[in-house]
Every structure is written in C-alpha cells, then in structure tokens.
C-alpha cells in the first residue's frame, strides 16, 4: 500500500513556476515508477510526466517538454514536478501516481496503482 500526497499547488501569473511536491508512505517508494497527471474541468485526466524507479529515465507529454522536469528523490520518498513558463492553459487539479508494473504505459492512467488526492494549479493570464 502506498498513500500519496501532492503540495505545492497554488495560483501563479502567466510565466511564472511552480514545484509540486508528492510524499509517498511505505518503505517500498522506491519499487514505483511515478507519473504526474493533470485534469481540467470537463477534460479527461490528462499524462504530463513520469519517472523511473531509480530515477533513470523520464518521459514527457509534448505539451510540457521542456518546461516541465520530472524528478525524484527516493531517500525522501518524494516525487517533484518543476513547472516553468506556465500558461493559462496549464490550469488543472494535478495529480502523482505511483505504477508497480508499468511496462511501456507510463502515459497511461489505468497503468497506475495508486494515486494523490490533487493540487489545484492556476495560471492567470
């Protein structure tokens, strides 16, 4: 079992950044590729990011390459997500997620296990 908690949300002007943050419980942190997801008011939960168990690898959804960076730090038992040069367009509720077994499906929110309650983002313009 692995319980998830986002922070860092907040309201932020057009251009500026954010880090959210995404504490995970459980001695077993380490074992979870992780994802960043997004959802905005009548749109689908929408992959922005995830991480590889050991932090190797990374990948990204083409809306956010580039401005968004993916990180983790598994003695801390924390996933981050730096967002630069936010847009009006990059307000949502943001979500972490933890995968056992993802295989190639990172971008894929049925892949995940389990899941955070939420960050509110918003960008004014």
């Known amino acids: 079992q692995v319980q998830l908690v986002e922070s860092g949300g907040g309201l932020v002007q057009a251009g500026g950044s954010l880090r959210l943050s995404c504490a995970a419980s459980?001695?077993?942190?380490?074992?979870?590729?992780m994802g960043w997801f997004r959802q905005a008011p009548g749109k689908e939960r929408e992959f922005l990011a995830a991480v590889t168990w050991n932090g190797g690898l990374t990948y990204y959804a083409d809306s956010v390459k580039g401005r968004f960076t993916i990180s983790r730090d598994n003695a801390k038992n924390t996933v981050y997500l730096q967002m630069n040069s936010l847009k009006p367009e990059d307000t949502a509720v943001y979500y972490c997620a933890a995968c056992r077994y993802c295989g190639s499906y990172y971008g894929t929110p049925h892949s995940y296990d389990y899941w955070g309650q939420g960050t509110q983002v918003t960008v004014s313009s």
């Open positions: 459980g001695r077993t942190f380490s074992s979870y590729a």
